[in-house]
T-cell receptor, first 113, second 110 residues
Framework: NAGVTQTPKFQVLKTGQSMTLQCAQDMNHNSMYWYRQDPGMGLRLIYYSASEGTTDKGEVPNGYNVSRLNKREFSLRLESAAPSQTSVYFC????????????FGPGTRLLVL | RKEVEQDPGPFNVPEGATVAFNCTYSNSASQSFFWYRQDCRKEPKLLMSVYSSGNEDGRFTAQLNRASQYISLLIRDSKLSDSATYLCVVSKGSARQLTFGSGTQLTVLP
C-alpha cells in the first residue's frame, strides 16, 4: 500500500513551458486535493475533487488546471509556467466517510526560471 | 487577516523542556481542528485531532477554546525527534476542506 504518490519529485521549467504534475492514491479515497506551499505562507489549496468526475477551485486556482482521471488519479497542469509558480506542490486525499484527515504525497519541488 | 494564525517561532528548547504552541482561527463556523507535523522537506502528517474537551496523546496535549477561537498544543519532555514544524489546521464541517496555518518551527536542542 503506497498511499499517495507524486511524480516528478523535482522539476525545472522555463517561463512559458507547460507541465503536468501527477498524483495517485491507492487507498480508495473519494476526495483529492492539490496544494502549494511557499515559505511563510503555509499550504494553500489550488483545486480539489470531492469525488470522481468533479473538481472545484480552491484559494489560488489561477494559472492551473486539474483533471480527475479516475478515482485513483488527480493531475495538476501548468499551461504556461511563471516564476510565481515556483513552489512545493503537495497532493492529498481524504477517506470517503466521516474522517477528514488528509494524507499527503511526498511533494513535487518546482522551479520556474 | 489570515484564517488561521500561528506564531512562526522559531522555538528553540532544550531536551526535556515543556513547550506550548498557540493558534487562533477567524471562522466561527469551523468544526474540526487538528495539529499536523511537518519535518524538513517532507509532507505534513496528522499529529492529533483536537476535541472540545481537550485530549492527550502521550506527551502531547491539545486544547480547544471555541469561545475564544483558540487552539493550543503542549509538548512535555521534549525529544530531539520532536524538532519539526507544527501546523494548526481547521476544517469547515462537511466541506472536507482544511485551512492550514503557516506553522510554528520547533528545534529541540541536546
Amino acid at each position: 500500500n503506497a498511499g499517495v504518490t507524486q511524480t516528478p519529485k523535482f522539476q525545472v521549467l522555463k517561463t512559458g513551458q507547460s507541465m503536468t504534475l501527477q498524483c495517485a492514491q491507492d487507498m480508495n479515497h473519494n476526495s483529492m486535493y492539490w496544494y502549494r506551499q511557499d515559505p511563510g505562507m503555509g499550504l494553500r489549496l489550488i483545486y480539489y475533487s470531492a469525488s470522481e468526475g468533479t473538481t472545484d477551485k480552491g484559494e489560488v486556482p489561477n494559472g492551473y488546471n486539474v483533471s480527475r482521471l479516475n478515482k485513483r488519479e488527480f493531475s495538476l497542469r501548468l499551461e504556461s509556467a511563471a516564476p510565481s509558480q515556483t513552489s512545493v506542490y503537495f497532493c492529498a486525499s481524504t477517506p470517503t466517510s466521516g474522517d477528514v484527515t488528509q494524507y499527503f504525497g511526498p511533494g513535487t519541488r518546482l522551479l520556474v526560471l | 487577516r489570515k484564517e488561521v494564525e500561528q506564531d512562526p517561532g522559531p522555538f528553540n528548547v532544550p531536551e526535556g523542556a515543556t513547550v506550548a504552541f498557540n493558534c487562533t482561527y477567524s471562522n466561527s463556523a469551523s468544526q474540526s481542528f487538528f495539529w499536523y507535523r511537518q519535518d524538513c522537506r517532507k509532507e505534513p502528517k496528522l499529529l492529533m485531532s483536537v476535541y472540545s474537551s481537550g485530549n492527550e496523546d502521550g506527551r502531547f496535549t491539545a486544547q480547544l477554546n471555541r469561545a475564544s477561537q483558540y487552539i493550543s498544543l503542549l509538548i512535555r519532555d521534549s525529544k530531539l525527534s520532536d524538532s519539526a514544524t507544527y501546523l494548526c489546521v481547521v476544517s469547515k464541517g462537511s466541506a472536507r476542506q482544511l485551512t492550514f496555518g503557516s506553522g510554528t518551527q520547533l528545534t529541540v536542542l541536546p
